[in-house]
């Protein structure tokens, strides 16, 4: 798969470390892509024996830092949400209609970026019963 290009090469590496971790169904935009190298797995230790990571502007770069580097993860995608849905309990969706940065494995940038129609459309009560598949791309509607 061909991952998606950053929004913004020229802000790599500018943003916080610190993000939520997964969720939300769906995505706007990837802003970077990240790799994440550990001191206690092999990693040179450049952080006061912390954690650290790199950013990239392609999948491409990020991957092949990271079968190169000692200690270090797959790629990450930080991405924004500008709306998103949250699954507070199972099966309890809501449409939350704000801004999130978010990092996530990147095969879940196999799923399609969000419409203006998607979130509507997933929570619809006329929606099949197979929605998260369709959302995650993994079956088409019918």
Not at 64 to 79: E, I, M, Q, R, Y
Not at 97 to 107: H, L
Not at 118 to 136: H, M, V
């Amino acid at each position: 798969m061909a991952y998606p290009k950053v929004l913004d090469p020229s802000k790599v590496g500018s943003y916080p470390a610190t993000a939520k971790a997964g969720g939300g169904f769906v995505w706007d935009e990837v802003l970077e892509y990240r790799v994440w190298c550990h001191v206690r797995e092999g990693a040179e230790d450049s952080a006061d024996g912390s954690d650290y990571f790199y950013a990239f502007e392609s999948y491409e770069e990020a991957a092949k830092f990271s079968s190169d580097t000692n200690g270090a993860t797959n790629p990450l995608a930080l991405v924004l949400q500008r709306e998103y849905i949250d699954e507070a309990s199972p099966g309890h969706y809501t449409h939350v209609k704000e801004e999130r940065v978010t990092e996530w494995p990147v095969e879940f940038l196999s799923r399609p970026r969000r419409t203006k129609s998607t979130i509507p459309d997933f929570l619809a009560p006329d929606a099949p019963q197979n929605r998260l598949e369709i959302l995650r791309g993994q079956v088409d509607q019918v």
